[in-house]
């Protein structure tokens, strides 16, 4: 079946502007993540969302980093004036949501952000 | 602060060898650890995992150890491919914690040689 897939694969943009990274989950999995990997270093968490609802977002570095997931599939990662900083690969990862710590984090591809 | 650490960046081995990857964590409330494995390009993949209940756990050519009191696990692979050749990253949840986040180490990169 399908997995995880993440769109675009690749984004350039430039300091200051907005840019959205698209989720599609696996589908049925009612548990979605977002992590960011920085050069050199391991994904870190952002937010976590069951159903439509996000269940944590305390990985979210600041106020112009937002996401939903209007009808509990598909998810949107929205970034405001984008900073140099924020340069690095977006993964989404879905799971079956049954809550148990053994349910598999299934990862998309990612998002490569390039802030110029 | 790092609450996952790998501290071999790298590890190149011989095809047929073993290869040891190391983890320490510090936050006494993970109870499930996981080593993802990830190729250029392409998004992390669940290798193995095992709960703080048990010491080991084995799938085939991967076996992944664990001391709670060291606060330390390792990931065994025997014998070493070229197609192990990757990244592999070490990650630890908690059980109370809301949808069991992953807390990831740094990676450690093998290079398995033919």
């Known amino acids: 079946g399908a997995g995880v897939s993440q769109t675009p694969s690749n984004k350039v943009t430039e300091k200051g502007k907005y840019v959205e990274l698209r989720c599609d989950p696996i589908s049925g999995h009612t548990a979605l993540y977002w992590y960011r990997q920085s050069l050199g270093q391991g994904p870190e968490f952002l937010i976590y969302?069951?159903?439509?609802?996000?269940?944590?977002d305390s990985g979210l570095p600041n106020d112009r980093f937002f996401a939903v997931r209007p009808e509990g599939s598909v998810s949107t990662l929205k970034i405001q004036r984008t900073e140099r900083g924020d340069s690095a690969v977006y993964l989404c990862a879905s799971s079956s949501g049954q809550g148990r710590s053994t349910d598999t984090q299934y990862f998309g591809p990612g998002t490569r952000l390039t802030v110029l | 602060d790092q609450q996952v650490k790998q501290n071999s960046p790298s590890l190149s081995v011989q095809e047929g060898r073993i290869s040891i990857l190391n983890c320490d964590y510090t936050n006494s409330m993970f109870d499930y650890f996981l080593w993802y494995k990830k190729y250029p390009a392409e998004g992390p993949t669940f290798l193995i995992s095992i709960s703080s209940i048990k010491d080991k756990n084995e799938d085939g050519r991967f076996t992944v150890f664990l001391n709670k009191s060291a606060k330390h696990l390792s990931l065994h692979i025997v014998p070493s491919q070229p197609g192990d050749s990757a990244v592999y990253f070490c990650?630890?949840?908690?059980?109370?914690?809301?949808?069991?986040?992953?807390?990831f180490g740094g990676g450690t990169r093998v290079l398995v040689k033919p």
């Open positions: 969302f069951q159903g439509t609802g996000a269940a944590d």
């Open positions: 990650a630890a949840s908690a059980r109370r914690a809301a949808g069991n986040k992953l807390t």
